[in-house]
């Protein structure tokens, strides 16, 4: 299909990483190169969008039901009455009562103990695991290499693998009979297919660090991770009697959608494989989205097997679709719940979505929000933990959602029986009120209720995501955080926090600093009192001051090999895209461009570059600074 000399890897990796840019999964990159045009357009297409609404100050709105979804021939009324040809669930992905996710590498360690992670996930009695190339996985060096590099020797049952999970299971038993009072893991070899491996790909968003165009651009990262996973792993997974299977992240539209179909059919063809061999669950994670999503179902339909609520990127997108607004600004973070407003309305309309049926009557899956807390802290900071995560579940159970995701493998076996009691596989096709597309439909996507608003809430957004920024410099782009005002506190217990919680944490502020947010109350240490403007002064001295008691801290909470390198660079993406008066859409763009970068001078001349190329004509710069 195209020639050899599409793309460029770079120097050394080849050899570095023979089993993972094996011939055939080269071939595959190269033979899908030419997508990469189209994800170009479609990202500047994404932009434009953005960029207009801004200018008109125009509110998303749903689509002309006459219209026909972009890269389709599908109808968008077709496609919300259900007139396209779905997809059986496969007999693996029926029952995911919990789906636990995490990446399959850790940074800078040995292949020993990097494929911890994956031994850990496939022995956690999780009936999925979302092993995520995405948001909890660090880029730092290569390892979105070793994570790929880790799944096949798993998925092959590689010696090295087996010898790491005996170990494992050894440890998950004691931690389990100490805190569970039995063992979790009673056979580790019957355990290890127990679970449907999952692979998140990054989104169309993100330009692969490794790889680029001859030309010395980037090349998309969903590209690569497709290519890379499915033709390295679909023979030993089908030989298994498993699904391939993978999470679509950050769509916007069912034209992206379709796109992304695109590219897995030719993926498919190209290595000889049914078209709609490759399953797919996508996120929610994009408000846009929510105003497309029967449109999505349509645009996957034969590959199509459910939607995931997510909670951090969809705020985050909903902040972002509305900075133009001066009357939008939401509260503290920790008020923005499934069950607040907006979230409440998109929750419903996901059902709404998943149990409306397709020409044949299929209804596809609803996979519940992500549960980060984690059971390590004090005898009441856990058990307070443990019961706000029951009823998390047990309130998404009753919603009619057929399982939800978990952080960490120990939330499995204390999450998973809210669906074991009630016993049912999946609840599809329950019966709800059909979508409906009215103006207040639209307005309740955007629906703001009453919440707090205060300093503590600022320092809690501020510490988190600098700490976030921070630990993505580390190589940990899934770790587990807290503010530092509780740092020593095992009451507060500290969450799974991954790239979206960043990103939420960002929007928030540059909320509050630009629309002249108010505060709810007042507060002692600041003199600030209830009524008064959040300020740019306020949100300088706010930043001074967290940063000040991340460098104190200790070496648990923040590593002291950090506090000279990656955390000062936090820091400064933090302040610049914050008090940036155009707002940027991606706080993991910044960071991505730093990846590596630990000095400050050299990461304040990329901040600008990025920031003075968006501002002027919504460039967004994503390729590997540092390729050569």
């Known amino acids: 299909m195209t020639t050899p000399n599409t793309i460029q890897i770079r120097a050394g990796l080849e050899s570095a990483y023979p089993d993972v840019y094996t011939p055939a999964a080269l071939s595959a990159v190269r033979a899908l190169s030419a997508f990469d045009r189209d994800v170009k357009s479609a990202m500047r297409s994404r932009i434009e969008r953005r960029r207009s609404r801004f200018r008109e100050k125009r509110r998303i709105g749903f689509l002309d039901p006459d219209a026909t979804i972009g890269r389709t021939s599908i109808k968008v009324r077709d496609a919300r009455a259900g007139n396209f040809e779905g997809t059986e669930i496969p007999y693996d992905l029926q029952r995911q009562w919990i789906q636990g996710t995490g990446p399959a590498a850790k940074p800078g360690t040995t292949l020993e103990r990097s494929i911890r992670s994956v031994a850990y996930a496939l ?22 290499l070793d994570n790929q590099r880790n799944l096949k020797l798993a998925i092959a049952r590689d010696e090295r693998f087996l010898r790491v999970a005996e170990g494992v299971a050894k440890e998950m038993n004691d931690w389990s009979q100490g805190f569970l009072g039995r063992r979790i893991v009673p056979d580790w070899k019957k355990q290890l297919d127990f679970t449907t491996i999952i692979f998140r790909a990054r989104g169309l968003h993100l330009d692969d660090r490794h790889i680029r165009n001859a030309d010395g651009s980037g090349f998309s990262a969903s590209i690569v991770d497709a290519a890379l996973y499915v033709t390295n792993n679909y023979e030993r997974l089908r030989a298994s009697g498993r699904s391939v299977v993978l999470y679509l992240p950050k769509i916007q539209t069912a034209e992206e959608a379709a796109l992304w179909n695109d590219i ?17 669950y996508v996120l929610v994670e994009q408000v846009e989205e929510c105003f497309q999503l029967m449109e999505i179902r349509a645009a996957l339909a034969c590959r199509f097997a459910g939607f995931n609520t997510g909670r951090w990127d969809y705020i985050n997108s909903v902040s972002d679709a509305m900075a133009w607004d001066p009357a939008f600004i939401n509260p503290n973070i920790e008020s923005i719940t499934m069950t607040y407003g907006y979230m409440r309305v998109y929750e419903d309309r996901v059902r709404r979505a998943v149990n409306t049926p397709d020409r044949n009557g299929r209804h596809v899956l609803w996979q519940g929000g992500m549960e980060p807390n984690i059971p390590v802290g004090s005898e009441k900071g856990v058990a307070d933990g443990m019961a706000r995560a029951l009823q998390g579940a047990e309130r998404e159970q009753r919603e009619g959602a057929s399982g939800k995701w978990v952080a960490h493998w120990k939330m499995v076996h204390i999450v998973r029986p809210v669906w074991e009691k009630v016993g049912q596989a999946n609840q599809m096709g329950r019966s709800f009120p059909p979508l409906t597309y009215t103006d207040q439909d639209a307005a309740d996507l955007f629906m703001l209720e009453p919440a707090p608003r205060t300093i503590r809430g600022a320092r809690n957004l501020l510490s988190v995501g600098i700490q976030y920024g921070n630990a993505l410099g580390q190589g940990m782009q899934a770790a587990a955080l ?39 109350e007042g507060d002692s240490e600041t003199g600030a009192q209830a009524g008064d403007v959040f300020t740019v002064a306020l949100f300088e001295r706010l930043h001074r001051e967290e940063m000040e008691k991340l460098r104190r801290a200790g070496n648990r909470d923040v590593h002291d090999d950090s506090k000279s ?41 990329r901040i600008r570059m990025y920031l003075d190329a968006f501002a002027a004509d919504g460039t967004r710069i994503t390729k590997n600074l540092d390729f050569a």
């Open 123 to 144: 022995l956690s009695g999780a009936d999925g695991w979302m092993f995520d190339g995405e948001d909890a996985l660090g880029q730092t060096k290569t390892m979105s």
């Open 264 to 280: 897995l059919s030719a993926l498919e063809r190209h290595v000889r494989l049914p078209v709609g061999t490759v399953k797919v």
């Open 482 to 520: 807290k503010p530092a005002d509780f740092f020593g506190n095992p009451d507060v217990l500290y969450l799974m926090e991954d790239a979206a919680t960043g990103e939420i944490r960002l929007s928030i502020l540059w909320e509050w600093v630009h629309k002249g947010a108010r505060l709810t």
């Open 565 to 605: 390198t990656s955390l000062p660079v936090a820091g400064e993406i933090v302040e610049a895209y914050v008090k940036s008066e155009v707002k940027s859409p991606w706080y993991i763009d910044l960071l991505n461009l730093n990846i590596d970068n630990f000095d400050l001078a050299t990461a304040k001349k």
